[in-house]
C-alpha cells in the first residue's frame, strides 16, 4: 500500500518569514495530492490540492509543488502570520482512500 | 445541519464500557470514513464505508465497528472501550472520484479510564 512520510515534524518560524513542509509518496500510482490545515480543537481542512498532471500550483500565500519522478510534494507559505499556526497533513491518493502523512505543527511567532 | 457533525463532543468512559460515537453528514456524500488521532501518529483510518451496506476495514479497526445503515450516518461502536482506544476520533465523508475532497466532523474526545 501507500505509504507517505512528512517532514519535519514540528516547524518554528518567525512572522513574515516563508515555511516549507515536505513529504515523499512511495505508490506511483497516486495521483492526487491534497494538504490539509488542523487547528487546535478543530478537524483538518482542506486549504489546496493539486494533481498529478501539475506541477505547482499557487493559491495567494500558500503553493504546492509536484515532481512526480522522485515522488515528493511540498507546501510553501510564505510571509507567514500567526494564524498559520496549526498542523499540516499532507496526503496522497489513487482511489478514494487517501494516506495521509504524521503531520507537522507549525508555530509562528509573532 | 450543514455538512458533517459528531457527537458526544467529548466523552469519559470506564474501562470494559460499550460506547457508540455517532456521525451524520448531510452532502449525500457516498464514502465516509473513521480516523483516529493520536499525538506523533497522524491520522490512522480505523474502518470506512464507499456505499450504505458496505463497510471495509482501515489501519487499525481491532475493538471497533462500524455500521452504514443509509447514506447518512456512520456511527462507530467500541464494544468493551480499554485505554488504548484513548483518542481524538473523527468522521470524514467524500465523494468517490479520487480527487473528492474529504470533509471532517469537529471530533470526539474520548477518554477511557
Known amino acids: 500500500g501507500e505509504n507517505v512520510e512528512q517532514h519535519p515534524s514540528t516547524l518554528s518560524v518567525q512572522e513574515g518569514d516563508s515555511a516549507v513542509i515536505k513529504c515523499t509518496y512511495s505508490d506511483s500510482a497516486s495521483n492526487y495530492f491534497p494538504w490539509y490545515k488542523q487547528e487546535l480543537g478543530k478537524g483538518p481542512q482542506l486549504i489546496i490540492d493539486i494533481r498529478s498532471n501539475v506541477g505547482e500550483k499557487k493559491d495567494q500565500r500558500i503553493a504546492v509543488t509536484l515532481n512526480k519522478t522522485a515522488k515528493h510534494f511540498s507546501l510553501h507559505i510564505t510571509e507567514t502570520q500567526p494564524e498559520d499556526s496549526a498542523v499540516y497533513f499532507c496526503a496522497a491518493k489513487e482511489g478514494y482512500i487517501p494516506t495521509f502523512g504524521r503531520g507537522t505543527s507549525l508555530i509562528v511567532h509573532p | 445541519i450543514a455538512g458533517i457533525t459528531q457527537a458526544p463532543t467529548s466523552q469519559i468512559l470506564a474501562a470494559g464500557r460499550r460506547m457508540t460515537l455517532r456521525c451524520t453528514q448531510d452532502m449525500r456524500h457516498n464514502a465516509m470514513y473513521w480516523y483516529r488521532q493520536d499525538l506523533g501518529l497522524g491520522l490512522r483510518l480505523i474502518h470506512y464505508?464507499?456505499?450504505?451496506?458496505?463497510?471495509g476495514k482501515g489501519e487499525v479497526p481491532d475493538g471497533y465497528s462500524v455500521s452504514r445503515a443509509n447514506t447518512d450516518d456512520f456511527p462507530l461502536t467500541l464494544a468493551s472501550a480499554v485505554p488504548s482506544q484513548t483518542s481524538v476520533y473523527f468522521c470524514?465523508?467524500?465523494?468517490?472520484?479520487?480527487?473528492?475532497?474529504?470533509?471532517f466532523g469537529p471530533g470526539t474526545r474520548l477518554t477511557v479510564l
Open positions: 464505508s464507499n456505499t450504505a451496506g458496505t463497510t
Open positions: 470524514a465523508s467524500s465523494g468517490l472520484a479520487g480527487d473528492n475532497e474529504q470533509f
